[in-house]
């Protein structure tokens, strides 16, 4: 392509290159397009703009568009770099024209090539331009050549600096443009978010709202910042009412200094969980509650609150003394059926004994054997009484008195009983330490678990009722053993045998004694347990009861002596 020589038409192509530059937003189309124009203004072979571009995560790039010439051609050599004949374009120092580069003294002063490297386009006229932003940043720079020396004019150079500056003003456009939609984006982006942050916390307050615990928050000096609707519900205050309004209009005044500390807690951003306490209700009724309280931070970590999660376990405390009273109640019922029916039989016994009686009262032996009948009966009904309603209880006195005497004296009065069923005693009573006891109480409990044991071995067997001193963690203390080799507790009855009315035995047994026993042995605080096997190897239980030698009994005692005449 020949040199334009009408100016006409040079001033014609700046001013159309310059439209489509402005109208463009493609960077490529851009490029090529100053580079085409520049080719044909300025009459060269072959031209290429250099320029850098910024990839999507903000990092430049080089990338050329060629004019003139077939991009196989530039393909295989690498970018120009920013060395000698080089530099003042891409540093946008000025523009570079040569008749012939090959003699610039700049030129061929670089490896590897020496100048241009082999295969490359053979070029002598050289003219380029910096392609700069108004900021002074150069985006790139414009190359012309020619295989002929001397072909570029001064004129040129005014030329390309305008298709330099236009295609300048192009890609920053086309820059902006990017910022721009890069921006939008991130607006999008952070609308998007704003929109789902604020869609969770729209979720949360409906959770808030519909939980079933309070859920209440309020600042450091205890003032309540939300209410939701089970805080309604529960205290009866409505929001508008609390809002606002100080804690401790919910406390209980003689728990306020304990409000007080919780406050103090959370300020040092300590968070409380499980705490049962009492709050009060708008129409002045006092709730139990649970609460759990964790400390509000702002963005900086500073705490400005609490928000608290309460739970009103006043129904679940009222069940429970229900149920408690209930269970009393059915133990009251089961002891009263019991009792009227252990009563009741050996009553009519009695009272037919005594119309016997009153029917034969001629015959004296006859009505002394009757006499004697209803005598046991009523022995019964006196050991029921006392068995059930606490008798010895009553009349149980104090006395500083060793186990193993107490044992002596019951093992004399069953001793014959014992005969009888063939049950051997071995009695090691190897204790003289004298507790402070009740001695009714311990007689009761003695004689039940030898009468359990007696009734175990039904055919006989081996009783051994061993008395010992003992060292205990808590001090020294006396173990009382009574083992028998008789049938054992099965399994499934073993957690039930000190339950009151357990018994195995329906026709002779109430099933308390087990139950006195342990009342009456952790009332002196001591323990008893058993151990037990139904293994026909090598059956038996063995009962132990330990109790402290300094027994609760020991104050009462010394109390007793003081005043002289005290009995419980
Ligand atoms: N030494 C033992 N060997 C086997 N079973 C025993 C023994 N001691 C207690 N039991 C079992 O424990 C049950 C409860 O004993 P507990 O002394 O409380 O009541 P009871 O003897 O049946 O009636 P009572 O109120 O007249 O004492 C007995 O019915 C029996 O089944
Ligand atoms: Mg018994």
Request: glycine share 8%; aromatic share 6%; charged share 20%.
């Amino acid at each position: 392509m020949g040199l334009l020589n009408s100016d006409q038409r040079k001033l014609e192509l700046v001013v159309q290159s310059g439209l489509l530059l402005a109208k463009n937003l493609d960077l490529q189309t851009i490029v090529q397009a100053a580079t085409d124009a520049g080719l044909e203004l300025c009459g060269a072979q072959f031209g290429a703009f250099f320029y850098n571009v910024l990839d999507k995560h903000g990092e430049r790039y080089a990338l050329y568009t060629l004019s003139g010439v077939a991009r196989e051609k530039f393909a295989k050599f690498p970018m120009p770099r920013n060395t000698g004949v080089f530099a003042p374009t891409f540093e946008g120092t000025g523009i570079v024209r040569s008749a012939d580069i090959t003699k610039d003294p700049r030129y061929g002063q670089n490896a590897p090539y020496k100048g241009m490297p082999e295969g490359h386009l053979p070029v002598r006229s050289y003219l380029a331009v910096p392609v700069k932003a108004s900021s002074g940043e150069v985006l790139g720079g414009l190359f012309y050549g020619h295989e002929e020396a001397g072909i570029f004019e001064l004129e040129c150079e005014e030329l390309l600096a305008m298709v330099a500056a236009q295609a300048a003003a192009a890609i920053e456009n086309v820059r902006l443009r990017e910022q721009l939609t890069r921006k939008i984006a991130d607006l999008e982006k952070s609308k998007l978010n704003l929109m789902n942050v604020s869609g969770h916390v729209t979720a949360l307050a409906a959770i808030v709202e519909s939980s079933d615990d309070v859920i209440l928050s309020k600042d450091l000096n205890g003032r309540i910042t939300s209410w939701n609707q089970a805080a309604v519900q529960i205290f009866g205050f409505s929001k508008e009412e609390m809002v606002g309004r100080p804690i401790f209009d919910l406390v209980p005044a003689h728990l306020h200094e304990e409000e007080r500390a919780i406050l103090g807690r959370i300020r040092n951003g300590e968070k409380l969980e499980n705490y049962e306490t009492l709050r009060l209700s708008k129409d002045g009724r006092t709730l139990h509650v649970d609460l759990g309280i964790s400390p509000l931070r702002d963005s900086s970590g500073a705490v400005v609150g609490s928000s608290s999660i309460l739970r009103d376990l006043t129904r679940r405390k009222n069940m429970e003394k229900a149920l408690i009273q209930a269970e009393k109640l059915a133990a009251a019922g089961r002891m009263a059926a019991t009792i009227a029916h252990e009563i009741n039989n050996p009553l009519e016994a009695v009272l037919n004994l005594v119309f016997l009686i009153k029917t034969n009262a001629a015959n004296s032996s006859q009505v002394l054997a009757y006499a004697e009948d209803a005598e046991t009966e009523l022995i019964r009904i006196a050991h029921l009484a006392r068995q059930t309603l606490g008798f010895y209880r009553e009349h149980s006195a104090v006395a500083l008195i060793s186990i193993s005497s107490l044992v002596a004296d019951v093992l004399r009065i069953y001793g014959p009983r014992c005969k009888t069923v063939g049950a051997l005693v071995k009695a090691s009573l190897n204790s003289e330490a004298r507790l402070v006891l009740r001695t009714g109480e311990m007689m009761q409990v003695i004689s039940n678990l030898i009468i359990n044991a007696i009734y175990a071995m039904p055919d006989g067997g081996d009783l051994s009722v061993t008395v010992e001193d003992i060292m205990k963690d808590d001090g020294p203390a006396v173990r009382l053993s009574i083992e028998d080799t008789g049938c054992g507790i099965p399994h499934q009855h073993r957690e039930r045998i000190f339950e009151p009315f357990f018994t195995t035995r329906h026709t002779i047994g109430t099933g308390i004694g087990l139950f006195i026993a342990r009342q009456f042995v952790e009332g002196h605080g001591g323990t008893i347990e058993f151990e037990t096997s139904t293994d026909p190897s090598g059956h038996g239980t063995c009962f132990s009861i330990v109790l402290p030698q300094q027994t609760v009994y020991a104050d009462i005692l010394l109390d007793s002596q003081l005043n002289r005449s005290v009995r419980f």
